[in-house]
T-cell receptor, first 112, second 115 residues
């Protein structure tokens, strides 16, 4: 039962353009959402998060959008840089829980 | 390095042996989480511990797997009588307090290979 879904296993974007990574969830009890970035042979690193009371959160080049009615969130990276090439995991949690439910990840490649 | 430390980074075991994975949380963090990542999949929650207590073990397999976080020393994830399907990357994370709003800091994982 995949409660957090990332339907695009990979994405290729030209350097300088916008990268948009998408994520869908099924559990309406989720009220906190996170994005993690992972390089090969390393652990995930926290990137940005959003609470369900908001529909947008911005941090530098990274913006996360939340559409609660569609149970959909997206991560926008602009402008995309070579160092952004990594696997991005969408994750979610309920307010009473500490555990995080991860999606299967999207591999982002930034081409010159 | 004040981050989450996991060792060993790579562990090879034969079927039927025991695997012990260790995790030292970040300084000041008393909450530890274990996740497992199978090839081409996302991280799956296994267990959440706070010093000497298991808080949530809903993701732990019912048999062969156990976890502890003693008062002194690292957290240990123990897998008894390993099978080929246990081959995966095991990640530990820590946080200073409970709740998902406390960002979890991850170690670089232990890659377990079962021969």
């Amino acid at each position: 039962d995949q409660q957090v879904k990332q339907n695009s296993p990979s994405l290729s974007v030209q350097e300088g353009r916008i990268s948009i990574l998408n994520c869908d969830y099924t559990n309406s009890m989720f009220d906190y959402f996170l994005w993690y970035k992972k390089y090969p042979a390393e652990g995930p690193t926290f990137l940005i998060s959003i609470s369900s009371i908001k529909d947008k959160n911005e941090d530098g080049r990274f913006t996360v959008f939340l559409n609660k009615s569609a149970k959909h969130l997206s991560l926008h990276i602009v402008p995309s840089q070579p160092g952004d090439s990594a696997v991005y995991f969408c994750a979610a949690s309920g307010s009473s829980a500490s555990k995080i439910i991860f999606g299967s990840g999207t591999r982002l490649s930034i081409r010159p | 390095n004040a981050g989450v430390m996991q060792n060993p980074r790579h562990l090879v075991r034969r079927r039927g042996q025991e695997a012990r994975l260790r995790c030292s949380p970040m300084k000041g963090h008393s909450h530890v989480y274990w996740y497992r990542q199978l090839p081409e999949e996302g991280l799956k929650f296994m267990v959440y511990l706070q010093k000497e207590n298991i808080i949530d073990e809903s993701g732990m397999p019912k048999e062969r797997f156990s976890a502890e976080f003693p008062k002194e020393g690292p957290s240990i994830l123990r897998i008894q009588q390993v099978v080929r399907g246990d081959s995966a990357a095991y990640f530990c994370a820590s946080s200073p307090a409970a709740g998902a709003r406390q960002p979890q800091h991850f170690g670089d994982g232990t890659r377990l290979s079962i021969l």
